[in-house]
């Protein structure tokens, strides 16, 4: 797959619906050979095809993006056609659809905190950290940064009591690219691509994470 087409075809994303000939037209590609590059869209069922008009899905320009780098694009590549915020925005978009209500670029001025989305559940919020590095990083670079994200929810513990309501946090890193490192010290580095499926399964697997409790002015973690 010529991830150089791939790259040309996804700011096409942008759009709710569109008709594949004007790709063919503008790009000066056949029709084959567009459909051939959207054909794992289409059978991930992000992208919808009745005729030449093409319904794309939430979250299809993410799916793009994550397999032009699988195909050879650079995240620098991809980052010229797709901005983070988009991948903010897709991450946020999936704990809405799970019921979460969610505070994207959630910030403290005393003390000054800001971390990418802040989204809640009746018993317990998640902090989520959305990095987008350029390769897979040493257990402890990336235990440096799970800490930082440990140290944010207890002070949003500490300072939003009223907001959170006795809640508990989990603090989570979201990853661009797969990293094999699953958890560190119970928090959980989850690539995008994983996400959808994680949010999913979180209800019944919080054993599983580190949690962040306020206690009589207290903070707890627990694993």
């Not at 018993?123 to 670079?141: A, I, Q, T």
Request: aromatic share 12%; net charge positive; proline share 4%.
């Amino acid at each position: 797959m010529n991830y150089q087409i791939f790259l040309k075809i996804i700011p096409y994303f942008k759009e709710k619906f569109l008709d594949i000939n004007k790709i063919v037209s503008e790009l000066k590609l056949s029709k084959s050979v567009v459909l051939d590059i959207l054909n794992p869209l289409i059978n991930e069922g992000y992208i919808i095809i009745s005729g030449d008009l093409l319904t794309l899905k939430e979250g299809s320009i993410i799916m793009a993006s994550l397999l032009a780098i699988k195909y050879g694009a650079s995240l620098d590549d991809v980052c010229k056609v797709v901005g983070w915020q988009d991948f903010e925005n897709f991450i946020e978009k999936i704990l809405i659809e799970y019921g979460y209500r969610t505070f994207r670029g959630f910030r403290l001025k005393r003390p000054r905190l800001e971390v990418d989305i802040l989204a809640l559940k009746k018993e317990f919020g998640l902090v989520v950290d959305c990095k987008h590095w350029r390769k897979s990083l040493s257990y402890s670079v990336l235990n440096s940064i799970v800490m930082k994200q440990v140290e944010r929810a207890k002070i949003i513990l500490l300072h939003e009591r009223v907001l959170l309501q006795n809640k508990f946090l989990i603090p989570i890193i979201v990853t661009l690219y797969p990293s094999p490192i699953k958890f560190v010290n119970g928090v959980p580095i989850v690539p995008v691509e994983m996400f959808k499926s994680f949010i999913n399964e979180v209800d019944g697997r919080i054993i599983e994470f580190l949690k962040v409790y306020l206690k009589d002015n207290k903070i707890f973690t627990i694993i």
